[in-house]
DNA sequence: GCATTACCCTGAAAGC
DNA sequence: TGCTTTCAGGGTAATG
C-alpha cells in the first residue's frame, strides 16, 4: 500500500525520467477508479510538456507546461511503470501516457481505489485535492509547536488523527504503526492525554520512519514496487507492522493487533503506553 | 466534531 | 484439486 516514502520514490525516478517530455496520446480503460476519470483528462495532458515532478502528500503531481496538473493518487494497489516504447496493456493498465519520445507511463491499478486527475489552469496549492491537505511531516513546519496544540485540542485515538490527511499528509497504516511504536505510545491513546514530551517524541518519530523508509526506497509487500519494478526493502526494518504473534524485537512482548476504524492497528503491549 | 459503518475493488490466503 | 469465503485497506459519504 503506498504511503509518502513509497510515492516519493517513484516521484524521485519519475523526475529523472519523464520530465522535459511532451505528452503525444492518452488511452484510459474506461473503468472507474476511486470515481470516474474526468473525460477531459487525456485533453488537458495532449500536447502539453511535463516541467516537473511534485508529491504532496500521497499525491504524485505532474505539472505541465502549459501550466497544469495531472493528479496520480495510487489507493491501495496503484503502480506507475515507464517504459521506452510501446506495450500492451494488462487488464489492470487504466491509463497509458505516451510522449513524443516513444516512452510511455503506464498508471496500472487491480482494485482501482486510486486517482486520476487533471488540472487546467489553477495554482498548484489551489487545486481541490491538494488543498485539503494537511502539513508535510519531512517540511520544516512539522515540529512539535504545531503538533502538541493540534493534539492538545482533540480527543480522537492518535492513529486516527495521525492517519488523518487533513491533518497530516502522506502517513498510512504502515509508517503510524510504526511511529507510534518508536515514540512509545499506545496507538488508542486519546490525542489530549498526550504530553509535551510524548508530542516530540512523536513528531521525531515520524520523521526517523519516513526517511528510513525513503532511503530504503519504500515498503513492499505484494503491492508497491518502483516505476522500474524494483521493490523497495524497508519491510525488513518493520518493528510492528504485520508482526502480530511475533516477539517485539525491544522488549521480547508479543505483538498485538487491535482494529481501530475497521483498519489493523499493530503495537508492542510492552513497549507502548 | 467525531465515531461508526458501508462502499468501492480484486488478489491472496484460508477454509471446506 | 477446486470452489467459496474472508480479509486487506485509502478515501469518501452517510448516519448517529
Same mark, same amino acid.
Request: charged share 25%; hydrophobic share 40%; glycine share 10%.
Given at each position: 500500500m503506498p504511503e509518502m516514502p513509497e510515492v516519493e520514490t517513484i516521484a524521485r525516478k519519475l523526475r529523472r525520467e519523464i520530465v522535459g517530455k511532451t505528452v503525444s496520446e492518452v488511452r484510459l480503460?474506461?473503468?472507474?477508479?476511486?470515481?470516474? !476519470?474526468?473525460?477531459?483528462?487525456?485533453? !488537458?495532458?495532449?500536447?502539453?510538456?511535463? =516541467?516537473? !515532478?511534485? %508529491?504532496?502528500? $500521497?499525491?504524485? !503531481? *505532474?505539472? *505541465?507546461? @502549459?501550466?497544469?496538473?495531472?493528479?496520480?493518487?495510487?489507493?491501495?494497489?496503484?503502480?506507475v511503470f515507464h517504459w521506452q516504447g510501446e506495450i500492451a496493456p494488462t487488464p489492470h493498465t487504466h491509463g497509458? #501516457?505516451?510522449?513524443?519520445?516513444?516512452?510511455?507511463?503506464?498508471?496500472?491499478?487491480?482494485?482501482?481505489?486510486?486517482?486520476?486527475?487533471?488540472?487546467?489552469? @489553477?495554482?498548484?496549492?489551489? #487545486?481541490?485535492?491538494? $488543498?485539503?491537505?494537511?502539513?508535510?511531516?519531512?517540511? @520544516?513546519?512539522?515540529?512539535?509547536?504545531w503538533l502538541w496544540p493540534r493534539l492538545s485540542a482533540s480527543r480522537r485515538e492518535v492513529k486516527s488523527f495521525l492517519l488523518d490527511q487533513r491533518e497530516i499528509a502522506g502517513l498510512g497504516n504502515i509508517y503510524v504503526c510504526e511511529a507510534l511504536?518508536?515514540? $512509545?505510545?499506545?496507538?488508542?491513546?486519546?490525542?489530549?492525554?498526550?504530553?509535551?514530551?510524548e508530542a516530540s517524541r512523536l513528531v521525531r518519530a515520524i520523521r526517523k520512519v519516513l526517511r528510513g523508509a525513503i532511503n530504503n526506497r519504500g515498503t513492499t509487500f505484494s503491492d508497491f514496487? =518502483?516505476?522500474?519494478?524494483?521493490?523497495?526493502?524497508?519491510?525488513?526494518? *518493520? %518493528?510492528v507492522f504485520q508482526r502480530a504473534g511475533r516477539k517485539c524485537r525491544r522488549c521480547r512482548a508479543v505483538i498485538r493487533c487491535l482494529r481501530q476504524s475497521n483498519r489493523g492497528s499493530y503495537y508492542c503491549p510492552g513497549c507502548q503506553v
Open positions: 480503460s474506461g473503468l472507474s477508479l476511486r470515481r470516474p !476519470v474526468d473525460a477531459a483528462f487525456a485533453a !488537458v495532458l495532449r500536447g502539453r510538456k511535463v =516541467a516537473a !515532478v511534485h %508529491r504532496r502528500g $500521497k499525491y504524485l !503531481v *505532474l505539472q *505541465l507546461e @502549459p501550466r497544469a496538473f495531472a493528479l496520480i493518487h495510487l489507493g491501495m494497489s496503484g503502480r497509458l #501516457i505516451g510522449f513524443t519520445d516513444g516512452s510511455m507511463l503506464e498508471y496500472r491499478d487491480p482494485r482501482r481505489f486510486g486517482l486520476l486527475s487533471a488540472h487546467d489552469g @489553477p495554482r498548484m496549492r489551489d #487545486i481541490v485535492e491538494i $488543498k485539503a491537505l494537511g502539513r508535510e511531516p519531512l517540511s @520544516p513546519g512539522f515540529d512539535c509547536e511504536f518508536h515514540a $512509545k505510545i499506545h496507538p488508542a491513546r486519546r490525542c489530549h492525554t498526550l504530553t509535551q514530551e514496487v =518502483a516505476s522500474d519494478g524494483e521493490p523497495g526493502s524497508n519491510q525488513r526494518f *518493520l %518493528r
